[in-house]
């Protein structure tokens, strides 16, 4: 899928409402060093206006607006992990070697589950002052 050319450079669009997609939103937060990464929800405007409305409608599946690709599921993962470099970088290369089907294979199990594994809240997550500039609406 080609990029939205309309978006900065890597979007993370997830479930707003997932415990899971915030606590990977918090992880990443902490880690993103240089603030490579911003954050739109799927539930949100930004995800109805660059999204398709299959994507949007998904929410078991997590898209990744890099610039030049749309990523989604594990492949988006991957590209997360490299985005924030260091040791993170080779746990995605590590990652990336397990074949495309069985990583995804693996997403999906977990993306199947995760309300009941991690919950789910009643309303999309609300940045704190310091991580608004991060966020898209």
Same mark, same amino acid.
């Given at each position: ?42 539930? !949100? ?36 992990? %490299?985005?924030?470099? !260091? !040791? %993170?970088?080779?746990? !995605?290369?590590?990652? %990336?070697?397990?074949? %495309? ?10 993306? #199947? ?19 608004? #500039?991060?966020?898209?609406?």
């Amino acid at each position: 899928m080609t990029m939205n050319e309309d978006l900065p450079e890597n979007v993370l669009f997830f479930d707003g409402v997932c415990g899971l997609c915030n606590r990977t939103v918090d992880f990443l937060l902490r880690r993103d060093r240089n603030q490579r990464i911003l954050f739109a929800p799927l539930q !949100g405007e930004t995800a109805r206006r660059a999204l398709s409305p299959q994507d949007v409608t998904d929410l078991n599946t997590i898209v990744l607006q890099t610039p030049q690709v749309l990523y989604k599921r594990s492949a988006a993962v991957v590209r997360l992990l %490299w985005l924030l470099g !260091g !040791g %993170w970088s080779f746990c !995605g290369t590590l990652l %990336w070697l397990i074949p %495309w089907p069985l990583r995804d294979l693996g997403y999906r199990l977990v993306a #199947s589950s995760r309300y009941s594994l991690f919950g789910k809240k009643e309303t999309c997550r609300i940045p704190t002052a310091e991580e608004r #500039s991060r966020f898209l609406p």
